[in-house]
């Protein structure tokens, strides 16, 4: 049956923004975190996780313990992947070419690509960020050149992160788009019982804890053929031999075409982009030609491209399990000291669950002037009156820094 293309009458004006309202009941919230030394930091790393704060001479500044950056295999300021940012550069004597991907590409870039594709046993394309591979993906799967030519419902998990949820007004000008509560598995079956194509879009890991349920999504897909998109940015490099990731390791080596896995090349990979893995070759053309990230904008600098090989030579070595291993001690010891929501599972990030805003603000600050570095969490990140401490906890932190931060916690 053909479809009917969708009117004007059928988009509903301010149905997926709601920009003003954002800005003008988050405002104060930001205005007040800001004031207080707690948003928009400057600072230098040292070793380990810890950095000083500011500008200036770096030894009249403050040493704190960073706990924001999501690092969290600690490879970021690796040796390794710092040297290949500097001898990508020193290759090709330039950090940029100002040149569409469609024309001319960095030969290194095409080495990475071929290597990250052998590492996730896919076809991988790098983008200079996350957010730039989402948005080349969200036409081209509400289009229906994935599904087969059929453009299929889209439905976004209502907690899917904003550099997915961003793109719903677009995918909405394609194909009718629809958000169900987080991990809400029954109402997606219901979706896929009810109509011939369903595509979900969601987090692998989300960043404000949680993750989704991968057995469960696969065995609808099994089940209805739904296309799954999954964004794993803060999943990547924790799990599997070579560092696969929470979503990728779950899924059959070959990828397939129903499945479409975006990754982070910053993050727990730590260097810096993002990556696409398709499934096949009609999928990798289709990509590379018509995604506008990928046809019309440069490709990522040099200097990325030479930190995500020196990365690939790590997640190739026994030192990838180490640090794996590494973190899910510390992880351990985390939640042995202080209770989340998050407590038992094998992701990095923990949640302390504040409610009021200022309340939140001000034990960030506290958390702060003792020397370790949270997020502060408040709406639109998170619901209003629900603000809460994100804490990123990485193979990099040390016992004592980690116990530490949990006395101070717990003393709040």
Known sequence: MKQRALSSADRLTGHFRNT?????ESRPYFDAAHAVGLMAVQGRSTTGRTFVLGTGPLDSRPQVIDFVRCSYLGLDNH???????????????SLHWSCARTRLNFDLLAQLEATLSEIFCARVIAFSSVMLANLGAMPLLASGQLTGGRKPIVVFDRTAHISLAYHKPVVADETRVE????????????LC????VVAYVCDGVYSMGGNSPIKELRQLQERYGLFLYIDDAHGIS???????GFARSQFPQVLGDRTIIAASLAKGFGASGGMLMLGTADQEAL?????????????????SVGAALGSCNIHRSAELGQRQRRLAQRIDLFDRRVTTAEQGNSLPIRMIAIGPEAKAIAIARELLDAGFYTSVTFFPTVGQGKAGIRVCITADHGISEIEQLCDCILKT
């Open 287 to 303: 990509f590379r030609r018509y995604s506008i990230p990928h046809a019309f904008s440069a490709a990522a600098n040099l200097a």
């Open 238 to 244: 924790l799990f599997g031999p070579q560092g696969q």
């Open 20 to 24: 003003a309202y954002v800005i003008n």
């Open 79 to 93: 040796p390794v992947i710092v040297a290949g940012a500097i001898e990508a550069i020193e290759a090709h004597r």
């Open 179 to 190: 958000t169900i509560a987080h991990n809400d598995i029954d109402a997606l079956e219901r």
């Open 193 to 196: 019982r009810d109509n011939p």
